[in-house]
């Protein structure tokens, strides 16, 4: 981690719960223990009813109330967060959580004297947010010459120069001192932060200001290149027009403020820090309602931390005319599809080609939709309208011709998905997926062998933990009659993947094909033990497995008239 990751993550720690834990009592320990339980599995509604609950019977309790505030912040109820914090300060108590909440509030009515109050009081979130907090309240007063005095102070903190110069730039850019924000901006100190998606558009805005919409379109192109989501798209085409575009992601220190809270949730959000990440996305938005940037993140939080109904709330925020419309709808349907709400996420999807349907994007998510669906028709349209959609074809669409492929070779159609796994080979021909999925194809049809073998090798190569492609691997030297070979594979397989049906009847076929007819029945044993009944695959049959146990694998193979166990002496192609 950079230094300045490091420092901000360890600051933004300390907002964890300073109260002790609550000793249960009678009366209200269900309703306690309820909200615990419900927090624990990131439930926030469930937590909110439940802490609400409990402190109806006791309200003072200073514990549940600041329970009661993290969960109503992360459930998006900052208001109502406020109110318990507010009482969590009655009794006396500190908690920079319910600081949080409190801070917030003061910022949104833009009642900048008590959050600077509460932070000289060391009243506030800590060392990190803080000096961009007071900077910005202090903007918020009038107060210009102290506010920047107050954003090099934090530039002082070891590994914060690039936050501060990135806020400082916002802050003057506020008021109109767009040069000096750009300096700001191109500078070593502020290139960090300003290097970010949100700090390029900003920075194209002001200069924009500075009429300078040619440096600003060379700015996008630089960073994004030619193929632009709609939102920078939009910024493009404005400023090609000539149009003098405003600067909008900081209009005022409440704005500003919002920015702080989202800068550290996209901080957070790099270090896999779920709770605090969502935290702050959520104040964020609560002071912004148009920040759709933080709505985002928030909902992303959401959806990996299983809450898919609130998280396809979140998304629903965005408003249809929004640039990034298109962005929530996609993550709308990977909510739904998360909540296996599979025919909502497809209503989803198909609804987003009406609206968006010049984005390739679009195209290929609802395939991959269509595909786990094992609507396979229905994908390989949506892949092949996905690749029309695209201007010229590059390395980047080498998943769509892999997926395409898939999709084919599922239909039945081997010659159209072997061209489109040497298409997407074509474009990334080291790519251990495809390598390994076209070599394994190839050797169940007993073609192109000797290819086929060198493929697998070459994807084991790149991927040598990867369990699926040494699975390959192993069965492939099976498959040619190398039995002996194929051992040490299937058994390193078997590693990796320990409880893995597929892997485990395959080990087992090695071992029967060696010999080893005691240890074959036990593998095949565990994979019975590991399918899924109801929807097993193919090559893990459990009726097969249960048949090998009862006459041994030569039978079945006679009974299925497959050739039978050799050593394959032509091991040649075709």
Not at 68 to 79: F, K, R, T
Not at 351 to 366: D, I, Q
Not at 438 to 448: D, F, I, M, N
Request: charged share 25%; proline share 3%.
């Amino acid at each position: 981690m950079t230094a300045w990751t490091q420092t901000v993550r360890a600051g933004l720690l300390a907002a964890a719960f300073t109260l002790p834990t609550l000793v249960s009592a009678n009366g209200f320990a269900g309703d306690y223990l309820a909200a615990r339980q419900a927090s624990f599995l990131g439930d926030y509604e469930s937590a909110a009813h439940f802490y609400g609950k409990a402190l109806a019977r006791d309200p003072g309790r200073p514990e549940l109330l600041e329970r009661a505030v993290l969960s109503n912040i992360s459930l998006g109820e900052v208001d109502r967060a406020s109110t318990y914090a507010d009482r969590l300060a009655q009794e006396g108590f500190a908690s920079q959580i319910a600081q949080m909440a409190i801070v917030a509030r003061d910022a949104r009515g833009e009642a900048f004297a008590p959050v600077l109050t509460a932070i000289d009081e060391k009243r506030g979130l800590g060392p990190l947010a803080d000096g961009l907090i007071k900077a910005w309240a202090q903007l918020g007063q009038g107060d210009m010459t102290t506010a920047l005095a107050t954003f090099d102070e934090v530039a002082g903190i070891q590994g914060l120069g690039p936050f501060a110069a990135y806020h400082k730039a916002f802050a003057l850019a506020s008021v109109g001192d767009y040069q000096t924000a750009d300096d700001l901006l191109s500078s070593k100190l502020g290139a960090g932060m300003g290097a970010t998606r949100r700090g390029i558009m900003a920075r194209a805005e002001i200069l924009s200001q500075l009429d300078r919409n040619g440096d600003a379109i060379d700015l996008l192109t630089t960073a994004f290149g030619n193929d632009l989501d709609p939102g920078l798209e939009n910024l493009r085409t404005r400023l090609q027009g000539n149009e003098t575009v405003p600067f909008t992601h900081v209009t005022s220190p409440r704005d500003g403020i919002a920015e702080v809270f989202y800068t550290l949730a996209g901080a957070l959000a790099a270090e896999d820090n779920q709770d605090l990440t969502l935290l702050y996305a959520r104040l964020a938005e609560y002071l912004r309602a148009d920040h759709i940037d933080a709505i985002l993140l928030s909902a992303e939080v959401l959806t990996q931390v299983g809450q898919y109904e609130l998280a396809v709330e979140t998304y629903a925020r965005v408003p249809t005319d929004h640039p990034a419309f298109h962005a929530a709808e996609l993550g709308r349907a990977e909510a739904l599809r998360s909540d296996e709400r599979m025919e909502e996420a497809i209503a989803v999807l198909e609804g987003l080609t009406e609206t968006h349907g010049n984005m390739s994007v679009v195209y290929t998510t609802l395939g991959d939709f269509l595909r786990q669906e094992e609507r396979f028709a229905d994908a390989i349209e949506a892949y092949t309208t996905a690749l029309s959609k695209v201007g010229e074809i590059t390395d980047r669409q080498w998943f769509v011709f892999y997926a395409r492929a898939i999709s084919n070779e599922r239909e039945g159609l081997w010659e159209a998905a072997e061209a489109d796994f040497r298409k997407a080979l074509d474009l990334n021909p080291d790519q251990p997926q495809v390598l390994n999925y076209l070599g394994y194809s190839l050797v169940e049809k007993q073609v192109k062998l000797d290819e086929a073998l060198a493929m697998i090798e070459r994807a084991v190569k790149a991927r040598p933990n990867a369990g699926y492609i040494v699975d390959s691997l192993g069965w492939v030297l099976y498959r040619l009659g190398r039995y002996e070979e194929a051992v040490p594979h299937m058994e390193h397989a078997a590693e990796l993947m320990p409880i893995d049906p597929i892997v485990n009847d395959h080990l087992g076929d090695v071992y029967w094909a060696v010999g080893r007819e005691r240890e074959a029945e036990f593998m095949w044993k565990r994979a019975l033990s590991f399918v899924d009944w109801e929807d097993a695959a193919e090559e893990a049959d459990p009726v097969r497995i249960k048949r090998k146990l009862e006459v041994g694998l030569d039978v079945v193979l006679a009974e299925e008239g497959a050739p039978p166990l050799q050593v394959a002496d032509d091991l040649g192609s075709e």
